[in-house]
């Protein structure tokens, strides 16, 4: 069984309100995030790990999505870790498959849900990954550059990032058990040795971050639905 945990407890203070309810292509950012994982073949629950005093808000929008698969909410937690933590206990017993994926990501392909999945199966981890394309310089004070990085080896990582359950339990545990904060969850994986398969994405897939963000994922949702209603062969 493969279950999806949504992360959408965050507070939004870069746009200063809820960016996760914020309007796009006719829904909220977060709905369209969840109808992603709803219709994915391989995905076979939601877990929404959300803000408690957001749980009347996504009911009302469940009840607006005739969504297909079962849901459940989780309370989201101090930091993203704690929030992936929580919405792992939340997941069914029979889930031996969990694919985390940012609520404010909006456009991933159900190809690229299914190639994380099969990596993961394979490897035990695995991320949604893009090469590195622009330069990048390093700056100790943030004015000045001090060197240019190398980035023929650099990659950035996005969601979903997939794994087998028992590997994601045993990542959280240590980096709970050595008070550490890490970023996402392939970085608790790193901690225990645990290789991570990159899976490339090759079609955008941006995270709602800044107000500016919005209208390049209107403009994506928007391409994806003309894709989907243009018949087969009319190029």
């Known amino acids: 069984m493969v279950s999806a945990i ?30 992603r994982f709803d219709e994915a073949p391989g995905i076979e629950e939601v877990v929404l790990v959300i803000r408690p005093d957001a749980r009347a808000a996504f009911e009302e ?22 929030s992936v933590w929580n919405g792992l206990m939340a997941v069914s017993e029979q889930a031996e ?26 490897t035990g981890a695995a991320v949604a ?22 980035r023929s080896r650099l990659w950035a990582v996005q969601t979903p990032q997939v794994f087998r359950r028992a590997v994601l339990v045993r990542a959280l545990e240590e980096v709970r058990r050595a008070g550490l904060l890490v970023t996402d969850d ?11 398969r990159l899976v490339e994405s090759h079609e955008p897939n941006p995270k709602v971050t800044y107000p500016g963000d919005l209208p390049i994922v209107e403009m994506l949702l928007a ?8 018949p087969p062969g009319s190029g």
């Open 6 to 35: 949504i992360v959408a407890a965050g507070a939004g203070r870069r746009f200063g309100t809820d960016k996760l309810f914020l309007e796009v292509a006719g829904r909220p950012v977060v709905a369209h995030t969840w109808l």
């Open 97 to 122: 498959i969990v694919a985390v994926q940012d609520g404010a990501r909006p456009t991933t392909s159900a190809e690229l849900i299914a190639a994380t999945i099969t990596a993961a199966r394979e």
């Open 186 to 196: 392939t970085a608790a994986c790193e901690r225990i040795g645990q290789p991570v």
């Open 61 to 82: 929008l469940a009840r607006g999505l005739a969504l297909k698969k079962p849901w459940r909410t989780a309370d989201g937690g101090a930091e993203r870790q704690d």
């Open 129 to 150: 990954a893009r090469r590195v394309t622009d330069t990048l310089k390093e700056s100790g004070d943030g004015v000045l550059i001090d060197r240019t990085v190398d």
């Open 223 to 230: 391409q994806g639905r003309a894709n989907a209603i243009r």
